[in-house]
C-alpha cells in the first residue's frame, strides 16, 4: 500500500500562486507515475498533471499548461505542484494520485491510479 498526503491548498486571488505538496509513504517502491487530479463542485474530477517517479518525465491537461509545473523530491518522496497565474476557474479540490506500473507513463484517467489521498482544497477568488 502507498498512502498520499496532500497540503499547501488555501485562499489566493487570481493571478496569484500556490505550491502543492503530496508526501508518499509505505511501498515507495512501486510508485511508477504520481499525478495531481482536480474536482470542482458539479463537476467530474479531472486530470491537471504527472510525473515519472523515475525519470521524471511529465505530462500536463492544456489548461494548465505553461502555469502549473510538477515536480519531485525523490529523497524526500514528495510531489510538488507549483500553480503560477491562477485563475477562478482553478478553483477545486486537489488531488494526488499515484499508479504501479503501467505500459504507458500518459495516465490521465482516474482510473488508472491506484492510490488516492484525502485532497486539499484551492479556492482563487476573482
Known amino acids: 500500500q502507498v498512502q498520499l498526503v496532500e497540503s499547501g491548498g488555501g485562499l489566493v486571488q487570481a493571478g496569484g500562486s500556490l505550491r502543492l505538496s503530496c508526501a508518499a509513504s509505505?511501498?515507495?517502491?512501486?510508485?511508477?507515475?504520481m499525478g495531481w487530479f482536480r474536482q470542482a463542485p458539479g463537476k467530474e474530477r479531472e486530470f491537471v498533471a504527472s510525473i515519472r517517479w523515475a525519470g521524471g518525465s511529465t505530462y500536463y491537461a492544456d489548461s494548465v499548461k505553461g502555469r502549473f509545473t510538477i515536480s519531485r523530491d525523490n529523497a524526500k518522496n514528495t510531489v510538488y505542484l507549483e500553480m503560477n497565474s491562477l485563475k477562478p476557474e482553478d478553483t477545486a479540490v486537489y488531488y494526488c494520485a499515484a499508479t504501479q506500473p503501467r505500459q504507458t507513463s500518459r495516465l490521465i484517467r482516474s482510473n488508472d491510479y491506484d492510490y488516492w489521498g484525502q485532497g486539499t482544497q484551492v479556492t482563487v477568488s476573482s
Open positions: 509505505g511501498r515507495i517502491f512501486s510508485i511508477y507515475v
